[in-house]
């Protein structure tokens, strides 16, 4: 069973909830958060990418090279990532960004365009970037083609291709054929990016890995144009959920979310819907009700709810016995 490797976008692609208004400050502290967290990779700058802070796209807080150069000293682990779309960013933003400390470019184009990124993935390989393909508003066209257009980009020396609903329009039947033909045909291995305007973003990035994606993209909270990402807490739980290997850590990923992220919003205006609790729930198994009674009693025997919700899931708790989940802190406190 493959690693999957996980890239967080909630500082580039849930940049356009903030009207790419996240600071440099903003930037450092959530990164930090994330590598903490172990995840693999973490995008950074305008949500249109290198370049994008623009009339035409919204201006960015601050430069975004200023941004990137703040990801990488704050990252001890994770790489850090651009985005470029071709027509917008250009090969000398691309070398700004590579010395600023950006390790990942992903160079998107529309699923039937790949031929414009030619010029972007060459020279980006020979600055010794990690280069992914990312071929955008993939329901726009059918499996076949979309294994075209990635064929252009493995050649045009792609390290991974990525199949993107960047509309979440795609049904899960539709992410595992296209995902499954890029499998089959290509040899680099294949990612997937999901939007949850259909309320699959988790569904399909679930199928995406079953097709045989190993790159798989997240935001804290969902956070993302449109109704958002696939969760990066929620991917989290799911992969431990199914078995998959990963390295990020689901407590971790959630403190980021709550603790970091939530705060950073706030003085933006936005609030984000509290799912870590309800997915707690569904990660251990348990009766609905329970987390009133797992806080109370995290806070009577100074433990972590979370791991009480674990433990009675584990026990295989069930509704009416609220009351274990006092034992079960006590029992923790004492270890």
Request: aromatic share 6%; with cysteine.
């Amino acid at each position: 069973m493959s690693n999957i490797i996980i890239t967080d976008t909630t500082l580039r692609d849930g940049s356009h909830s903030v009207r790419h208004q996240f600071s440099v400050e903003d930037t450092r502290r959530i990164v930090e958060a994330l590598d903490e967290a172990q995840i693999d990779i973490i995008e950074v700058g305008h949500g249109d990418g290198l370049a994008g802070s623009t009339c035409n796209y919204g201006f960015s807080a601050a430069p975004e090279i200023e941004a990137v150069r703040a990801a990488a000293q704050a990252a001890k682990r994770a790489k850090i990532a651009v985005l470029l779309l071709p027509g917008i960013g250009t090969v000398p933003d691309l070398v700004q960004a590579r010395e600023a400390g950006a390790a990942v470019v992903r160079v998107a184009t529309h699923v039937t365009e790949a031929d414009i990124s030619h010029e972007h993935i060459s020279e980006a390989k020979k600055m010794g970037f990690f280069v992914v393909g990312f071929l955008m508003m993939a329901h726009r066209g059918s499996a076949a083609r979309v294994l075209e257009e990635a064929k252009k980009m493995e050649s045009y020396g792609a390290d991974v291709v990525y199949s993107t609903d960047s509309a979440g329009a795609l049904l899960p039947d539709g992410v595992r054929e296209r995902i499954g033909i890029l499998r089959e045909r290509l040899s680099v291995p294949i990612g997937f990016h999901s939007h949850n305007n259909l309320g699959l973003a988790i569904g399909n990035s679930l199928a995406a890995i079953h097709a045989g994606a190993t790159y798989i993209d997240g935001s804290l909270g969902g956070l993302g144009a449109g109704a958002g990402n696939t969760a990066t807490e929620m991917l989290v739980a799911v992969l431990e959920r199914a078995g998959q290997k990963k390295k990020a850590d689901l407590f971790k990923s959630i403190d980021a979310c709550v603790q970091v992220l939530h705060p950073v919003l706030e003085r933006h205006g936005v609030r984000l819907p509290a799912i870590q609790d309800p997915m707690m729930l569904g990660f251990a198994g348990v009766y609905s009700s329970f987390m009133l009674h797992a806080k109370r009693a995290a806070k009577r025997f100074g433990v972590d709810y979370r791991s009480i919700i674990i433990e009675a899931g584990r026990r295989e708790a069930v509704g009416g016995q609220e009351d274990w989940l006092y034992e079960i802190a006590r029992e923790l406190a004492a270890q």
